[in-house]
T-cell receptor, first 116, second 114 residues
């Protein structure tokens, strides 16, 4: 079984400040980990993914995340927030290999607000 | 850029009525999915579909739900007899490569059951 916990349903930062969105996972098998972003009235868009290659993963729009097995974490960071980063962010996990065929287990989401 | 399209964007129905939500996945993708998000809750997996059959389904996906790929382009989710608790945003997704592949999501269909 797999699960994802996102710490903080709302995060507010100033423009130019560091963005840190926290994600912890639980998985009985090696995980694949994903961050998706959802802008208002749009679908979920993949930001980045970890699929057992490099533990530091770079994604679109300057975001990156680091897979830390010892901490079962996959936190999302961006050095300098832009107003356009305001959205809801979802962390998700799937089972590596097997027959999961892309079944993702999502966290509850974190709404990021960016202040001028 | 290719995208997943869903119709309708919003549907209101009476309890007990049948609803069909439609999706057009990206044309060269082989794996198809439905997820749903009840207001204020997590996005939940419903079903995955590959090679013209269901490959996996969740506990939520009971006999009231069915999926079909009737014509090689559309991918539909049917709810036979809607309940109030079926009110949610339903997301269709498709992928070229399954497990490690990126899932491309549609914008969602909001279903409201009265």
């Amino acid at each position: 079984a797999q699960s994802v916990t996102q710490l903080g349903s709302h995060v507010s930062v100033s423009e130019g400040a560091l963005v840190l969105l926290r994600c912890n996972y639980s998985s009985s098998v090696p995980p694949y980990l994903f961050w998706y972003v959802q802008y208002p009235n749009q679908g979920l868009q993949l930001l980045l993914k970890y699929t057992s290659a490099a533990t530091l993963v770079k994604g679109i729009n300057g975001f990156e995340a680091e897979f830390k097995k010892s901490e079962t974490s996959f936190h999302l960071t961006k050095p300098s927030a832009h107003m356009s980063d305001a959205a809801e962010y979802f962390c998700a996990v799937s089972a590596a290999g097997g027959t999961s065929y892309g079944k993702l287990t999502f966290g509850q989401g974190t709404i990021l607000t960016v202040h001028p | 850029e290719p995208e997943v399209t869903q119709t309708p964007s919003h549907q209101v129905t009476q309890m007990g009525q049948e609803v069909i939500l439609r999706c057009v996945p990206i044309s060269n993708h082989l794996y198809f999915y439905w997820y749903r998000q009840i207001l204020g809750q997590k996005v939940e997996f419903l079903v995955s579909f590959y090679n013209n059959e269901i490959s996996e389904k969740s506990e939520i996906f009971d006999d009231q739900f069915s999926v079909e790929r009737p014509d090689g382009s559309n991918f539909t989710l049917k709810i036979r007899s809607t309940k109030l608790e079926d009110s949610a945003m339903y997301f269709c997704a498709s992928s070229a490569r399954g497990v490690t592949g990126e899932l491309f999501f549609g914008e969602g269909s909001r279903l409201t059951v009265l």
